[in-house]
Nanobody
Framework: VQLQASGGGLVQAGGSLRLSCAAS????????MGWFRQAPGKEREFVAT????????YYSDSVKGRSSISRDNAKNTVYLQMNTLKPEDTAVYYC???????????????????WGQGTQVTVSS
């Protein structure tokens, strides 16, 4: 599956952004989707994940309560709505996919087989 992330940009602290990740090449509804981020000089970290049907979501503590992951299987797209953004949210955000019938630690980047190219989010103070 090929992934294309978009929606990043420059926003002031307290603002909002919605990231999108469009998938192609495979049956989108067969995949669990995740969002990760990587700030300069830091390791890639888990942000959120959503099950193949969209029924289950899971968030990192750093974004819980401020972000919402969702998906539209008819549009082959997963979204990450981020609110009340903070300067520490500044990073390149990546979407990732892995077949839903695979088990594993979906909060670890190594579990995901497919990655998008990333979209830059910059939050100014």
């Amino acid at each position: 599956v090929q992934l294309q992330a978009s929606g990043g940009g420059l926003v002031q602290a307290g603002g909002s952004l919605r990231l999108s990740c469009a998938a192609s090449g495979r049956t989108f509804s067969d995949y669990r989707m995740g969002w990760f981020r990587q700030a300069p000089g830091k390791e890639r970290e888990f942000v959120a994940t959503i099950s193949s049907t969209g029924a289950r979501t899971y968030y990192s503590d750093s974004v819980k309560g401020r972000s919402s992951i969702s998906r539209d299987n008819a549009k082959n797209t997963v979204y990450l709505q981020m609110n009340t953004l903070k300067p520490e949210d500044t990073a390149v955000y990546y979407c990732a996919a892995q077949r839903a019938d695979y088990s594993g630690p979906y909060y670890r980047s190594s579990w995901y087989a497919h990655w998008g190219q990333g979209t830059q989010v910059t939050v100014s103070s």
